[in-house]
């Protein structure tokens, strides 16, 4: 049931620069100076978000901002991979999973959305169907850089520049097709089990997304149109192992991984939904 406050929500989201402002939100993040400014914000943000300072790269002092502390590394060893592929790529909550049919995916249970639209590609869709899809949410709490789920060749990336929704609960459940809206990079992977795809969604606030194997491949720029697709074909191929980072996002959101059902036969084993955590196996 919609309630009020969700309807009060989604109009003020509506109707406000989404784009802009998430790109302001990015600067006001970054800042580094004065010292003793950017010090607090950054120790208030640690403290409000709970975030786990043990698993943190550097200690808090080190971050120099906001940005720097929400895109930290983990320490080495803190997320050992498993030895069996496919490997859980974010930190986060499992939110939906389950088998793509008749090109649909479910955004929450009794609604769903086009594969082919959250895509780009009515082709890989089709050669989809049949598959494993898992929905990833990150939230502000959570270690932000995104890693690759599988080993393989990565041989085409495509940027499409969309909306900047919120991907929390209201929005997920009142904006239709949310993730095929807004705006994301959807990552090839050549397996020897098949394609596999990985999606990372943008949000509202989410600054940019960096793909790690391509630093030229950066998201919610000025210059950068709404409803413009940016594909990038690879050649040769660029190799990478299960584990290996993929790309960062600068404020949370959400990843989508969609595997061939090559990768799991004729039948799939159970998944728990729930938390995920980093170099974890599906053990599909």
């Given amino acids: 049931m919609i309630t009020v406050r969700a309807w009060f929500f989604y109009l003020f989201m509506k109707i406000i620069p989404k784009r802009q402002i998430s790109r302001w939100v990015g600067v006001l993040m970054?800042?580094?100076r004065p010292r003793w400014l950017a010090s607090s914000m950054v120790k208030a943000f640690a403290s409000f978000y709970r975030i786990d300072l043990k698993e943190a790269e550097l200690p808090l002092n080190a971050y120099p901002s906001v940005a720097k502390l929400f895109t930290r590394r983990l320490?080495?060893?803190?997320?050992?991979?498993?030895?069996a592929e496919p490997l859980h790529?974010?930190?986060?909550?499992i939110t939906?999973?389950?088998e793509v049919r008749q090109g649909q995916?479910?955004?929450v249970k009794g609604t769903k959305y086009s594969l082919a639209k959250?895509?780009?590609?009515?082709?890989?869709?089709?050669d989809l169907e049949g598959g494993l899809y898992l929905t990833y949410y990150l939230c502000p709490t959570d270690y932000h850089r995104v890693h690759f789920p599988v080993s393989g060749q990565v041989t085409s990336a495509a940027h499409i520049s969309g909306e900047l929704w919120p991907v929390n609960e209201l929005s997920v459940l009142r904006v239709q097709g949310l993730f095929a809206v807004n705006e994301r990079v959807v990552v090839e992977v050549i397996t020897e089990r098949g394609r596999v795809v990985v999606v990372m969604v943008g949000a509202t606030n989410v600054g940019q997304?960096?793909?790690?194997?391509?630093?030229?491949?950066v998201t919610n720029q000025k210059d950068q149109q709404k409803g413009i697709v940016r594909t990038k074909q690879y050649w040769p191929p660029l190799r990478v192992k299960a584990g290996d980072e993929l790309g960062v996002f600068h404020m949370g959101s959400t990843v989508v991984v969609l595997y061939p059902r090559t990768f799991w036969g004729e039948k799939m084993n159970p998944i728990q939904g729930g938390p995920a955590k980093i170099g974890g196996s599906l053990a599909l």
């Avoid at 790529?89 to 909550?93: F, Q, W, Y």
């Avoid at 997304?209 to 491949?217: C, I, Q, V, Y």
Wanted: charged share 25%; net charge negative.
């Fill in 105 to 107: 995916l479910y955004q």
């Fill in 209 to 217: 997304m960096r793909m790690s194997f391509d630093g030229k491949l």
């Fill in 118 to 126: 959250l895509l780009h590609n009515e082709a890989w869709a089709q």
């Fill in 30 to 32: 970054a800042i580094e």
């Fill in 75 to 83: 320490k080495p060893g803190v997320r050992p991979l498993a030895d």
């Fill in 96 to 98: 939906e999973w389950g």
């Fill in 89 to 93: 790529p974010a930190d986060g909550k």
